[in-house]
Structures are given as C-alpha cells and as structure tokens.
C-alpha cells in the first residue's frame, strides 16, 4: 500500500507543477530540470540552494554568451559565438574553483536552461526562469518531503 501512496504522491506532485507552469505560463520543463537537479545532486536544502544559484549563474553566463556571440560575429564574422563559449569556458573553470561553487554540470544545465528557452536578453526572460526553477526545487521538495511521510507510516 505504501507504494500506491508514493506513486500517487508522485502523480500529485508531477500534475502540481504542470498546473502551476501552465497556470503562471512558466516552461514546464524547467521545473522537472530543477526536480532532476534537486534528485541527483542532494535533497538537502542547502546543497539544493548552492545548486540552485549554479544554476543561475550558468543562465547569466549563457546570456553573458549570446550577448558577446552577436557582438563578436559583428567584428569576427561566424567565429564570435565559439570565442564568447571560449571565454565563458574558462570563467565557468575558475569559479568552479570556488568552495561551494564546484559543480559544473550545474552550470551547464544553466546553460541548456537559457539557450534552450530561446528568449531574448531581458530581465522579465531571467525572471521566468529563476521562478521555474525556484518552483521546480520547491515541488521535489515536497515530493520527497510526501515519500518520506509515506514511508514513514508502513
């Protein structure tokens, strides 16, 4: 019975954030890249908040990438966009060097975030997804938090 319980909670949970996505139209699938994020790097909640902010900065970063791309295809034609990766590149492996900050594959589901949304450069784009993932973290917390519950009663 405990199982039926999980999978239902699951269920509620998963049909809770496409709900709310499409409610406040957020992408849905940012919020299931933050609920795989929350899973695989710690369900703790400050692992899950220095995650989160990795996260962030390699959508800064990304947007960092476009914005200098253009830029640099103006002067250097179609090798703009690979010296704006380049430069960021190397960005990203020094601030990986920094306690806390160390999880690149964090920063480059960041990156997948931004370019995959295909939003222009603005702040209402950073906006929309810093609150998918925000609400993505927050419904796999409250997966688990519902699992352990569960569980908790055999």
Known sequence: MTNLKQALSLGFTGSLAIFIASYFSLPPWVLFIAWVSYHLFGTKLK?????????FFGILIGMFIQYTGIWFSTFIGEFGFPLAVFIAMIGIFYISKMNRLNTVPAYFLGLIIWFSSAFEITLPSLFILIISLVVGYAIASLDTFLHQKLAAKK
């Open 47 to 55: 692992t899950a908040f220095t995650i989160l902010i990795q996260q």
